[in-house]
């Protein structure tokens, strides 16, 4: 066993191990999610989350260590965004259509999500910190880190909700929208990305182009409004 532990210590200072054990864990995760019949629960990039947290655990590889060698697959976010663009293209004469109520369903449905989180966190007494932490929850990370900073939040706890908020969505979205009878995909993708962002985006890829057009269109829209207008907001209300 001695030489087994020595091989996987050494694999974790390989340059790709970040590569190989990220890949690795979101096509076990994948295959699992096929198994079962795609339960809700085991969704393929939240069962690849929690094996790599397992794996730098049981290594006790540091996060930085992780992050240097798994370069590549930052690099690959970049492409990876622009190319949702291509369901959105596809789907270009319909959202058109569609414009001025998907704009009012994002900036309702946004601010209503935000405006319930906060108050459960003002009745369960929170730091003015965790409640300036909570508006960025529906958002994508980086964007949420950043606005988080800016508006006197908490970034790292702001990331946490922001993957919170994105697992339960891309869980729990699907499976209540069949119960409510929602059938459309424009309204499904717009709900996706609108709660969950990039997990509830990736969900949308499984459905089908148009659910992930409206999705990706949703995640972008909430995040760019998000950005710009929340931070005037706060200023307003601490003037």
């Given at each position: 066993?001695?030489?087994?532990?020595?091989?996987?210590?050494?694999?974790?200072?390989?340059?790709?191990?970040?590569?190989?054990?990220?890949?690795?864990?979101?096509?076990?995760?994948?295959?699992?999610?096929?198994?079962?019949?795609?339960?809700?629960?085991?969704?393929?990039v939240?069962?690849?989350?929690?094996?790599?947290?397992?794996?730098?655990?049981?290594?006790?590889?540091?996060?930085?260590?992780?992050?240097?060698?798994?370069?590549?697959?930052?690099?690959?976010?970049?492409?990876?965004?622009v190319?949702?663009?291509?369901?959105?293209?596809?789907?270009?004469?319909?959202?058109?259509?569609?414009?001025?109520?998907?704009?009012?369903?994002?900036?309702?449905?946004?601010?209503?999500?935000?405006?319930?989180?906060?108050?459960?966190?003002?009745?369960?007494?929170?730091?003015?910190?965790?409640?300036l932490?909570?508006?960025?929850?529906?958002?994508?990370?980086?964007?949420?880190?950043?606005?988080?900073?800016?508006?006197?939040?908490?970034?790292?706890?702001?990331?946490?909700?922001v993957?919170?908020?994105?697992?339960?969505?891309?869980?729990?979205?699907?499976?209540?929208?069949?119960?409510?009878?929602?059938?459309?995909?424009g309204?499904?993708?717009?709900?996706?990305?609108?709660?969950?962002?990039?997990?509830?985006?990736?969900?949308?890829?499984?459905?089908?182009?148009?659910?992930?057009?409206?999705?990706?269109?949703?995640?972008?829209?909430?995040?760019?409004?998000?950005?710009?207008?929340?931070?005037?907001?706060?200023?307003?209300?601490?003037?």
């Amino acid at each position: 066993m001695n030489w087994l532990g020595a091989f996987l210590n050494s694999l974790a200072f390989a340059p790709l191990f970040g590569v190989l054990i990220t890949l690795g864990a979101f096509l076990f995760g994948q295959k699992l999610y096929r198994t079962s019949g795609q339960h809700p629960v085991l969704q393929p990039v939240i069962i690849g989350i929690v094996l790599v947290i397992l794996f730098l655990l049981l290594l006790d590889v540091p996060y930085s260590q992780y992050y240097q060698s798994s370069y590549l697959l930052h690099a690959m976010l970049g492409p990876a965004t622009v190319a949702l663009a291509i369901p959105l293209f596809q789907n270009a004469r319909r959202i058109r259509t569609l414009l001025l109520p998907i704009l009012c369903t994002v900036t309702v449905g946004g601010t209503f999500t935000v405006s319930v989180a906060m108050a459960i966190l003002w009745l369960l007494d929170a730091s003015s910190q965790s409640l300036l932490s909570m508006p960025t929850k529906s958002i994508t990370t980086p964007i949420a880190v950043i606005v988080s900073e800016k508006i006197g939040g908490i970034p790292a706890l702001s990331a946490l909700c922001v993957l919170l908020t994105g697992a339960l969505g891309a869980m729990l979205g699907i499976p209540i929208m069949n119960r409510l009878g929602i059938k459309d995909d424009g309204i499904r993708g717009l709900t996706l990305g609108l709660s969950a962002h990039a997990l509830g985006t990736a969900r949308a890829l499984e459905e089908n182009d148009e659910c992930a057009a409206f999705s990706a269109l949703a995640m972008s829209l909430t995040g760019v409004l998000t950005a710009l207008v929340l931070p005037f907001v706060v200023g307003w209300i601490a003037f």
